[in-house]
């Protein structure tokens, strides 16, 4: 009979460890569900990997600074710059998933490093959520005054003439200018000398000087070159004309088939982060996006507004732009480091 008594004790001990664990589980689940409702009642963060004064952190400014006013709470962009943008996705990866701490990042952190780096301390498609993208940076090619390559069609017959006697300058071994000029010479079947640099200001010095005959950058940081009569501009990377010059040509319109890249700019958060704070921030983004101020100061950077739908649409981008660059990485033959 003790026996039987002591086996019920326990029992009934149980059942009500097990009652008050139900109903701190019911009462997290609470508390999560207004928080997620509340959301935000503090201010938010927005990582960027690059320093103050570049594309993306302007992009950053300006969207945070429209948000805000919507969401009603402060933004504050933190920048964390060096090793090509991955510093802070690392840093993001590893924030709570609430919605407070944001990432704003490009092509090259999220989707060639992966690519390039044996241990990148994120995966840019498993320790993500994506919010939306943002900003499209047509990419623009150019060639010095030296040679009389100003057009296309004349840059092509020299280099079919002359293998290997044209040289190309880059922002860096498997960056977007490296990659995207290394598409035009598999497509076009053309053979021309790589040489990199550590950044668009050398680079572009050395095409305007004529040590360089051509590059391919984005038309922000190429096209005031142009216009002030130093470089020759050819042709723009993406299939439609860009917004800042509708009067370059695409390389499509010069017989390029198929060719579409750029580089993009978008909106992340942590793995784990709540859907319905995702959307909140989702809608907020494309509020401000659609926002004809907002929009006016972000075409003047030289990018193209660009809205994702839902934030799966974009997921679906850059997982389609992440192989993309990947199979040019192959073809590169460039080793990960």
Same mark, same amino acid.
């Given at each position: 009979?003790?026996?039987?008594?002591?086996?019920?004790?326990?029992?009934?001990?149980?059942?009500?460890? #097990?009652?008050? %664990?139900?109903?701190?589980?019911?009462?997290?689940?609470?508390?999560?569900?207004?928080?997620?409702?509340?959301?935000?009642?503090?201010?938010?963060?927005?990582?960027?990997?690059?320093?103050?004064?570049?594309?993306?952190?302007?992009?950053?400014?300006?969207?945070?600074?429209?948000?805000?006013?919507? %969401?009603?709470?402060?933004?504050?962009?933190?920048?964390?710059?060096? +090793?090509?943008?991955? %510093?802070?996705?690392?840093?993001?990866?590893?924030? $709570?998933?609430?919605?407070?701490?944001?990432? %704003?990042?490009?092509?090259?952190?999220?989707?060639?490093?992966?690519?390039?780096?044996?241990?990148?301390?994120?995966?840019?498609? $498993?320790?993500? +959520?994506?919010?939306?993208?943002?900003?499209?940076?047509?990419?623009?090619?150019?060639?010095?005054?030296?040679?009389?390559?100003?057009?296309?069609?004349?840059?092509?017959?020299?280099?079919?003439?002359?293998?290997?006697?044209?040289?190309?300058?880059?922002?860096?071994?498997?960056?977007?200018?490296?990659?995207?000029?290394?598409?035009?010479?598999?497509?076009?079947?053309?053979?021309? +000398?790589?040489?990199?640099?550590?950044?668009?200001?050398?680079?572009?010095?050395?095409?305007?000087?004529? #040590?360089?005959?051509?590059?391919?950058?984005?038309?922000?940081?190429?096209?005031?070159?142009? $216009?002030?009569?130093?470089?020759?501009?050819?042709?723009?990377?993406?299939?439609?004309?860009?917004?800042?010059?509708?009067?370059?040509?695409?390389?499509?319109?010069?017989?390029?088939?198929?060719?579409?890249?750029?580089?993009?700019?978008?909106?992340?958060?942590?793995?784990?982060?709540?859907?319905? +704070?995702?959307?909140?921030?989702?809608?907020?983004?494309?509020?401000?996006?659609?926002?004809?101020?907002?929009?006016?100061?972000?075409?003047?950077?030289?990018?193209?507004?660009?809205?994702?739908?839902?934030?799966?649409?974009?997921?679906?981008?850059?997982?389609? #732009?992440?192989?993309?660059?990947?199979?040019?990485?192959?073809?590169?033959?460039?080793?990960?480091?």
């Amino acid at each position: 009979e003790k026996l039987s008594w002591e086996i019920k004790v326990i029992k009934l001990k149980k059942s009500v460890s #097990n009652a008050v %664990l139900a109903i701190a589980l019911g009462l997290l689940g609470v508390q999560s569900a207004v928080a997620q409702v509340n959301f935000p009642d503090k201010p938010i963060s927005i990582h960027v990997g690059f320093p103050p004064g570049t594309s993306t952190d302007s992009i950053a400014r300006i969207l945070g600074e429209k948000m805000s006013k919507d %969401l009603g709470q402060p933004i504050i962009v933190r920048n964390k710059p060096g +090793v090509g943008g991955t %510093l802070a996705p690392a840093e993001v990866a590893k924030t $709570k998933p609430d919605g407070y701490t944001l990432l %704003l990042s490009a092509t090259a952190p999220m989707n060639t490093a992966a690519h390039l780096f044996k241990n990148l301390p994120y995966d840019p498609l $498993k320790d993500f +959520v994506p919010i939306g993208q943002t900003s499209w940076l047509p990419m623009m090619l150019v060639t010095n005054k030296t040679k009389g390559l100003d057009t296309f069609e004349k840059f092509v017959d020299y280099a079919r003439a002359n293998p290997d006697k044209l040289t190309y300058a880059s922002i860096g071994n498997g960056t977007t200018s490296h990659l995207v000029m290394l598409m035009l010479l598999t497509k076009a079947n053309l053979k021309m +000398v790589h040489v990199p640099y550590q950044g668009s200001s050398q680079s572009q010095a050395d095409v305007i000087g004529g #040590n360089v005959d051509a590059t391919f950058d984005t038309m922000v940081t190429v096209h005031p070159h142009y $216009k002030s009569g130093r470089l020759n501009a050819l042709a723009v990377s993406t299939s439609r004309r860009a917004e800042m010059d509708p009067a370059i040509p695409t390389l499509e319109e010069k017989g390029v088939k198929d060719f579409n890249l750029g580089a993009w700019i978008g909106m992340f958060a942590p793995k784990g982060t709540p859907q319905p +704070v995702v959307d909140k921030i989702h809608a907020a983004l494309n509020r401000a996006l659609q926002d004809p101020e907002t929009s006016k100061k972000l075409v003047a950077l030289g990018s193209e507004v660009v809205m994702s739908p839902t934030p799966a649409d974009f997921g679906a981008f850059v997982k389609q #732009n992440y192989d993309l660059w990947g199979e040019l990485v192959k073809i590169s033959g460039i080793e990960r480091q």
